[in-house]
């Protein structure tokens, strides 16, 4: 992929950063650059790199959110295939915090701590989701994202966010396991 073609799925996810409601346009475009990127080495960053190089070495993050303390949260993420993503944390020296793999049981309890979830928070802590789809009819439709990660054991699941009517807040989650991995239950097949 040349850099114009990455250059152009990132700047399609810089517009879903801004408009949630984008997002299944944008992360498609932007998904394909970052498979290329190496994402899962983002994991051997330092603490205290400078965000510069960490850039020059993987490609730019999908997703950049500033913070309230000034710092920024940056994601890499091998979504929708891949089961990882990892955040930093920049800080205003522009050096880098410990990489944290966000697709795990244990930081996606994070959603139960009682906060109103929205699309936009959402990609912020765990990048754009390997899938959205739609279930229900009318007025009990809901949009719902679907991550990809590892369960303990080496189990492939999904965690579905369900975003209501329109996408943008989170109603309810549940972890399942992954349709597409595992075939015995569920009757996918790869």
Same mark, same amino acid.
């Given at each position: ?20 409601l984008r997002i299944a346009l944008g ?63 920049? =800080?205003? +020296?522009?050096?880098?915090? /410990?990489?944290?793999?966000? @697709?795990? $049981? ?7 701590? %009682? ?11 765990f990048g754009p989701p390997a899938s ?31 975003? =209501?009517? +329109?996408?943008?807040?989170? /109603?309810?989650?549940?972890? @399942?396991? $992954? ?7 569920? %009757?996918?097949?790869?």
């Open positions: 992929m040349s850099n114009t073609q990455k250059s152009t799925a990132l700047l399609s996810m810089s517009r879903v950063r801004n408009n949630p992360f498609c475009l932007g998904s394909a650059a970052i498979l290329l990127c190496g994402c899962a080495q983002v994991s051997s960053v330092q603490p205290g790199t400078p965000v510069a190089d960490v850039i020059r070495k993987f490609g730019r993050p999908i997703v950049t959110c500033a913070q309230p303390d000034g710092s920024r949260r940056m994601v890499w993420t091998q979504q929708p295939e891949g089961e990882t993503a990892f955040a930093l944390t920049v =800080g205003p +020296d522009k050096l880098v915090g /410990t990489p944290e793999q966000v @697709l795990t $049981d244990n930081h996606f309890s994070i959603i139960s701590n %009682g906060q109103a979830w929205t699309a936009v928070k959402l990609l912020c802590q959205i789809t739609g279930s229900g009819l009318y007025h009990s439709r809901q949009v719902i994202w679907g991550y990809r990660y590892m369960k303990p054991g080496s189990d492939a699941a999904m965690m579905y966010i369900y975003m =209501g009517i +329109d996408g943008t807040m989170m /109603t309810h989650y549940i972890s @399942l396991p $992954d349709p597409d991995r595992n075939e015995e239950v569920m %009757g996918g097949g790869h």
